[in-house]
């Protein structure tokens, strides 16, 4: 693997193009919104989470203090489901690159992988077939490709793959994907930010690390090594990438009628601030008795919560009594 270190300045570049890529699709995304409510606002969510988290303003600079910087704005930002698992694993993956201006590839993807874990661990009660299944998949195929001593171009690339077909599959995780006939729109979401984000590092790097492994023989041993231990997960997965002609050629929107008619449980998707940290727990456990989808994410100075509910007026109350002061209710 190329030795080549990138900067913070590159992975905040990627972010962004994954932002541009995500605006392009963001309406098709929000069509296929189906879980945990049909409210068709999950390409939205995330466009918004993500684009305010990379507003640095006035701050010019690329350091460590910059990382913090958009992961605070992420969670303080989030939007619904989505938003709030995607702020979850911006501050994960933020969290976890080293200081320093030159981040190893080996960093990177690790840091990425403790991103995708972050997102997971957010979740009262984690569901398969969604957002953090494509997270899971993407971080374990990006970590063995690693292994394999792959450039990060084509660690990330690898990565995305994956992704696709995990996206393929979420249906038959899911039964109301299923009986709606789409995948998962927060995972297709997270899929055109990764999609950016391949994009933007391959600009940029990509032809100078393929001359550059062209001239080592370790690599191209490794490389062999690695098609004949992966021979049958590569057929299955050009087999399920035939599939994602479906997603991709025109973007027909789906037909999800009968979804949109399904009575709703919990009617209001509730969001707030709460001037203290420490008490995740605590808060969870008040929680429960509301609602579902509930998010509970931490910064240095305060705590982000996002809960479906019928009774919004007592969630605050309790939580206000109980817990600390409301910043502000969404």
């Known amino acids: 693997m190329t030795k080549k270190a990138i900067s913070y300045r590159v992975i905040i570049n990627m ?3 994954g932002l541009d890529n995500l605006y392009e699709f963001k309406d098709y995304v929000n069509s296929l919104n189906v ?16 684009k305010d988290a990379l507003n640095l303003g006035e701050n010019n600079k690329y ?5 913090k ?23 994960g993956f933020f969290d976890n690159i080293p200081d320093g201006e030159n981040i190893s590839h080996k960093d990177f993807v690790k840091s990425f992988s403790e991103g995708c874990k972050s997102a997971r661990k957010c979740l009262d009660k984690p569901v398969e077939g969604t957002i953090i299944t ?16 792959d450039t990060l171009g ?3 690339q690898n990565g995305l793959k994956k992704a696709k077909v995990t996206l393929t599959k979420t249906p038959e995780m899911l039964p109301i994907l299923k009986k709606a006939g789409v995948v998962d729109a927060g995972g297709q979401g997270f899929i055109y930010i990764l999609e950016g984000m391949s994009n933007e590092y391959s600009n940029i790097y990509s032809q100078s690390e393929y001359r550059e492994s062209m001239g080592k023989l370790s690599i191209v041993v490794f490389g062999i090594h690695r098609n004949i231990n992966r021979k049958l997960s590569n057929v299955t997965a050009n087999i399920s990438i035939d599939n994602l002609k479906s997603i991709y050629n025109g973007l027909k929107l789906p037909d999800i009628t009968s979804v949109w008619k399904r009575k709703i449980e919990f009617k209001y998707d509730v969001e707030f601030i709460i001037n203290t940290t420490g008490k995740e727990k605590e808060i969870h456990s008040l929680l429960r008795k509301y609602g579902d989808s509930i998010i509970i994410v931490e910064t240095d100075v305060a705590t982000k919560v996002h809960i479906h509910t019928n009774q919004p007026d007592d969630v605050f109350n309790e939580v206000s009594s109980r817990i600390g002061e409301i910043r502000n209710g969404m």
């Open 154 to 156: 084509q660690i990330l």
């Open 15 to 17: 972010l962004r193009e």
């Open 69 to 91: 910087i958009v992961s605070n704005n992420a969670i303080y930002s989030s939007r619904g489901n989505s938003g709030t698992i995607l702020a979850m694993f911006i501050k």
């Open 134 to 149: 494509v997270m899971d998949e993407t971080s374990k195929e990006m970590l063995t490709s690693m292994k394999y001593r």
């Open 35 to 50: 879980f945990p409510v049909p409210d068709g606002d999950t390409g939205s969510n995330m466009y918004i989470t993500l």
């Open 63 to 67: 350091d460590k203090e910059t990382l």
